[in-house]
């Protein structure tokens, strides 16, 4: 499948071009916007058809064609711009300053930190969160205080539409709003910046701050049921789960123990959108958070976060966060950057790769642009990679 799909109508390109195709994210910018587009468990699913030729789950989705660089020009300054993470302010380790709030979260609290302050000092009026129910499927939940905030700190591996709630959200109430997002829901949500429809742009103005998560996958809600099953581990006494630095295993954090399940068996409840993704570091957020790496004490380094600064939006919250003793910060090393570097480059190839062994030709990279700058500098890389073999 080629994009664009012309002469269908908005939602059926959607269906032909990403559903169909397994590129859907789950992401759920094209849920909440009609009635015709829900989500049933961690699928998207079409009720009924539309007719609309320039439909917003279409314009909006992070899986159709989008041009990247007018994205990157509205959103970033060209000089912070990195082929590999996308833009870098500033790059730091850090950690929630309160030891209490870094029990609850997953790595150093960073993001739940920047959130609760977010709010209090009026950057924000709402935070949308995810929380999960006990069959590990989540929702997009919006929260106004901190202890919800924190209720719901720690990362699910499963798919949220956070997107929608996003959607309702503008629906319903004005006020200004952060979203935590993985990379494709900040991309979903910085295509709607880049071409807010028409009626719409005071909604998309809302959006006052985005921190996005580093991403290496989600999995299937219901292959990893069965996978937690076949592990004798009751979803109803799961309370987290990480991968531990060095180690190739998932651990999982249950109300009576920790229990490890073999990395390869992880790997095949990944979702298949997720092969096809080329972005790790969440390039389209004004921050964005994932786990450090330093040193070999698993321990230590678990409760730090690695934190990139991409926008003069996410400076001053950031900036703010260090000055009033809300993050600590550690200084990053140098061979932290490159290791960070070397992984998305390892992403982007790899995703690469899959797309064109979907497609059937390095002409069609389906909703990617193979004239876009970054994407031309990749497929070089692996044409004189081929030669140099
Ligand atoms: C699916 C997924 C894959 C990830 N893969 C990597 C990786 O490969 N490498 C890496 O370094 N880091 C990865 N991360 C990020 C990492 O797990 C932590 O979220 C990050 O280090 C921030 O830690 P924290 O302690 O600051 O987060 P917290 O303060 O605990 O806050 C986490 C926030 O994320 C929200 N959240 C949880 N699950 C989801 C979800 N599925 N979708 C959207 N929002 C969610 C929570 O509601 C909360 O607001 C991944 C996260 C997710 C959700
Ligand atoms: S990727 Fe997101 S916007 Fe696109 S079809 Fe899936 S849920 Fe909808
Ligand atoms: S790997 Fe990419 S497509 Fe999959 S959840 Fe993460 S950001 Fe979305």
């Known amino acids: 499948m080629a994009f664009p799909v012309k002469r269908l109508s908005s939602q059926k390109s959607l269906k032909k071009g990403v559903l169909e195709e397994e590129l859907c994210t789950g992401c759920g910018a094209c849920v909440g916007l009609c009635p015709y587009q829900v989500i ?4 998207t699913v079409q009720l009924h058809y539309c007719d609309l030729e320039d439909g917003k ?16 020009e509205l959103l970033f300054n060209s000089a912070d711009l990195t082929p590999e993470i996308g833009a870098v302010k500033s790059y730091y380790f850090s950690r929630a300053a309160d030891s209490r709030l870094r029990e609850s979260t997953q790595h150093g609290g960073t993001v739940t930190a920047l959130m609760e302050l977010a709010l209090a000092r009026g950057f924000i009026d709402s935070a949308i969160v995810s929380s999960r129910n006990q069959e590990f499927l989540q929702n997009g939940t919006v929260v106004n205080e901190k202890a919800a905030l924190r209720n719901n700190a720690g990362s699910k591996f499963t798919v949220s539409p956070t997107v929608a709630a996003f959607n309702q959200l503008v629906n319903d109430k004005s006020g200004k709003i952060g979203v935590v997002a993985t990379p494709c829901q900040a991309l979903a949500l910085a295509k709607m910046k880049l071409k807010p429809v028409k009626n719409d742009s005071g909604k998309i103005g809302q959006l006052q701050l985005i921190i996005g998560l580093y991403c290496g996958w989600t999995l299937s809600a ?3 049921t069965k996978l937690l099953t076949q592990n004798n581990i009751s979803l109803q006494s799961l309370k987290g789960m990480d991968i531990p630095a060095g180690k190739n295993i998932l651990e999982l954090y249950t109300n009576n123990d920790t229990q490890a399940v073999p990395f390869d068996d992880v790997q095949a409840c990944v979702r298949e959108a997720c092969h096809y993704c080329l972005d790790s570091t969440a390039e389209y957020a004004d921050i964005a958070v994932g786990s450090a ?7 230590e380094m678990r409760r730090w976060n690695q934190l990139i600064v991409r926008t003069a939006k ?10 009033r003793g809300v993050l600590e910060i550690r200084e990053a090393p140098v061979e932290s950057l490159q290791e960070l570097k070397k992984a998305a480059m390892e992403k982007k190839n790899t995703a690469l790769r899959n797309i064109i062994r979907k497609s059937g030709s390095a002409k069609n990279l389906l909703y990617l642009d193979r004239h876009d700058p970054i994407v031309q500098k990749f497929l070089k890389n692996k044409a004189s990679d081929k030669k140099s073999r």
């Open 57 to 72: 789950c279409y314009a909006f989705c992070p899986r159709t064609p989008t041009d990247l660089n007018a994205l990157r």
């Open 222 to 224: 219901e292959k990893f």
């Open 314 to 323: 996410g400076k001053e919250l950031v900036e703010l966060a260090i000055k």
């Open 293 to 299: 790496r330093f040193g070999n004490d698993w321990k």
């Open 40 to 43: 049933y468990h961690d699928r």
